[in-house]
């Protein structure tokens, strides 16, 4: 009867160690499992500003002939809209790229440069077809670095509107 406690006492103190040793590889796994939600959730959010950015810097180029050719007034519109994207350390530009067209698709007319373009530029009753296409990049530095994996990534968002002239 005493070798039987000896043994289950003895059983009791080789395991005694095993559950802090499953607590802290289970802890640090948990922590970087949680570390990393928090980066996908942030590079979730920067993509959708960064799509948003894009939306509003066409939306506002695509008013008139003079905001179509705006780059800086495009460029603010973008960052008015991406206001939270400066909290978060990332680097904002803005290209646009205007390009004109006739609005029939039966015509042969292939797209041309919208500098002096006019309503001859295209057969009747065509008219002249300018399409808005704005980039815009966002830079973004993630807080946790990985070995392997770029210090950096680059967000695209890309939108396109199409107006009359």
């Known amino acids: ?18 559950a802090l040793v499953e607590a802290a590889l289970t802890g ?24 948003n950015a894009a939306k509003a810097a066409v939306a506002y180029g695509s008013q ?26 990332v680097a904002l530009t803005v ?11 039966d015509t042969t007319v292939t797209p041309f440069s919208c500098v ?4 001859a530029s295209c057969p009747s009753p065509s008219f002249v077809e300018q399409t808005i296409n704005v980039t815009v990049t966002a830079t973004f530095d993630p807080v946790i670095h990985m070995p ?4 950096t990534f680059t ?5 396109s509107q199409k107006r009359l002239n």
């Open 1 to 18: 009867m005493l070798n039987i406690k000896q043994s289950i006492r003895s059983k009791m103190l080789d395991e005694a160690g095993a």
């Open 28 to 51: 640090s796994l948990m922590v970087t499992m949680i570390l990393g939600t928090v980066e996908i959730g942030r590079v979730t959010y920067i993509a959708m500003e960064t799509t």
């Open 64 to 89: 008139n002939q003079i905001t179509a050719i705006d780059q800086a007034g495009m460029q603010k519109a973008a960052q008015l809209e991406a206001t939270g994207l400066a909290s978060q350390n």
């Open 95 to 105: 290209s646009s790229t205007p390009s004109c067209s006739c609005s029939s698709p």
């Open 116 to 119: 002096g373009a006019s309503t």
């Open 148 to 151: 392997g994996l770029p210090r």
């Open 155 to 159: 967000l695209t968002g890309n939108a």
